[in-house]
């Protein structure tokens, strides 16, 4: 199964992340906040090429996409960690290319992306400012619009990494 | 032909002779009708030459507009000089004008990056005008981009003045399109209108610049009134910036 980080095509695919985020005009957002490009992409890579890949490719994703960004707020141990909790489902439950359960995955990874996030930036500020309007209004529309972009994203690139690997396979 | 037989009856042809005047009739009639339609557009027809022009109005708006630049160049002088005299401004800033080539304003982080960097002489902490006033800082900087914090970013704050009322204040993002403006004392006696302009005491930024108008003011928040500003420039849509750099030109002549 994990041949994908094999394929150098494959693993420079990683780079349309922070291109995405950079673009200007920004593509897909809902009311000014774009998709978390970094869940969409680490979702079905993690989920074709196992846990140890993931976290990896988590952790160079989240190098990348700090480089990007003002001021010391670290993405890393969250995609790490969603790299190989992501890795290890298909090990043990039913499959899982159901548009439903991809959704559902990329929700709760942005969840705990931008959880991470919020925490770093605002943890000096106390819980009053934590909660603001604007803090959960960034939250939740980048919840919504990744949970809603992935089953179609995620489905197209696992099914073409899926197809990859079995055939590297057999 | 009819007209011709109903002319030969003796007492009806003075009637059928007077026919161009009953067509005046009708027409007046018309007219009358239409209150007037034709009659006021035959009149501003005719009197067209000899309307009020726009000419006047021109000229005395080109005066006006004169005036009021010479004397904003008369004011910068005089306030350049005395502001020299205080020794609070050594070098007058250069200005790098810069495309914005990447625009975050609704992320986590708001930021801009613009296509000029190190060797067009920005600086980390260098200022970032737009048309409408400040927008934020360079927070860092390669030698062909610069990263810019804008002033809606969380981790942005930036000493500003209500010049109404000269009161001090402390302007912090706090992620939404609106930071937010926490005076220094309990009563800073603002309404929602005043223009809040960068402060006269500020290092970080250079003094004077326009930055926003006081949108909603909260008397009851503790420790001291908060005010919420809307910025002047509109930072999603714009596409030059102006970086103010620090050594001016002639600074960086000698």
């Not at chain 1, 079905?44 to 190098?63: K, R």
């Not at chain 2, 007037?36 to 067209?48: I, N, Q, T, V, W």
């Not at chain 2, 067009?120 to 006033?133: E, F, K, L, M």
Request: hydrophobic share 50%.
């Amino acid at each position: 199964m994990a041949s994908l980080h094999r394929r150098p095509l494959f693993v420079v695919s990683a780079l349309a992340v922070p291109l995405l985020t950079l673009a200007a005009p920004g593509l897909l957002r809902i009311g000014g906040v774009p998709p978390s490009w970094a869940v969409l992409w680490l979702l079905p890579w993690a989920l074709a090429d196992g846990p140890l890949s993931g976290a990896l490719a988590g952790l160079a994703l989240g190098l990348l996409l700090d480089s990007l960004h003002l001021g010391g707020a670290t993405q890393m141990p969250a995609l790490a960690l969603l790299g190989w909790w992501w890795g290890r489902l298909p090990r043990r439950g039913p499959p899982i290319e159901r548009s439903f359960s991809l959704g559902l995955l990329a929700m709760l990874g942005s969840t705990l992306l931008g959880l991470s996030v919020l925490l770093q930036r605002q943890a000096g500020a106390g819980w009053a400012v934590l909660l603001t309007a604007a803090n959960l209004y960034t939250l939740l529309a980048q919840v919504l619009v990744t949970a809603l972009l992935a089953p179609m994203i995620c489905s197209l690139l696992l099914l073409l990494w899926r197809r990859h690997s079995a055939s590297a396979r057999g | 032909m009819p007209f011709g037989r109903l002319s030969r009856v003796p007492w009806l042809r003075p009637v059928v002779g007077a026919w161009p005047w009953a067509l005046v009739a009708a027409v007046l009639v018309a007219v009358r009708l239409s209150k007037g339609a034709l009659l006021s557009d035959a009149y501003a027809l005719l009197s067209r030459p000899f309307w009020p022009g726009s000419a006047q109005k021109e000229w005395l708006q080109a005066a006006q507009q004169l005036d009021q630049q010479t004397r904003l160049g008369q004011l910068e002088l005089d306030n350049r000089r005395l502001r020299r005299l205080l020794d609070l401004q050594r070098a007058s800033p250069g200005k790098v004008t810069a495309p914005v080539i990447s625009r975050e304003p609704g992320d986590w982080w708001h930021q801009l990056v613009l296509g000029a960097g190190g060797l067009q002489g920005i600086r980390a902490g260098d200022s970032v005008i737009a048309p409408g006033g400040l927008i934020g800082r360079v927070a860092s900087v390669t030698p062909s981009t610069a990263r810019v914090a804008l002033l809606t970013d969380s981790a942005s704050k930036v000493g500003v003045w209500v010049g109404r009322t000269q009161r001090h204040g402390l302007l912090t993002g706090v992620g939404s399109s609106r930071p937010v403006l926490r005076f220094l004392e309990k009563d800073p006696q603002v309404r929602p209108g005043d223009v809040v302009v960068t402060s006269p005491a500020s290092t970080l930024v250079p003094p004077g610049l326009s930055v926003g108008v006081i949108q909603s003011v909260d008397d009851k928040a503790v420790p001291a009134t908060l005010a919420v500003v809307q910025l002047s420039a509109p930072v999603a849509s714009v596409d030059w910036v102006q970086v103010l750099t620090r050594q001016g030109p002639a600074a960086a002549g000698s």
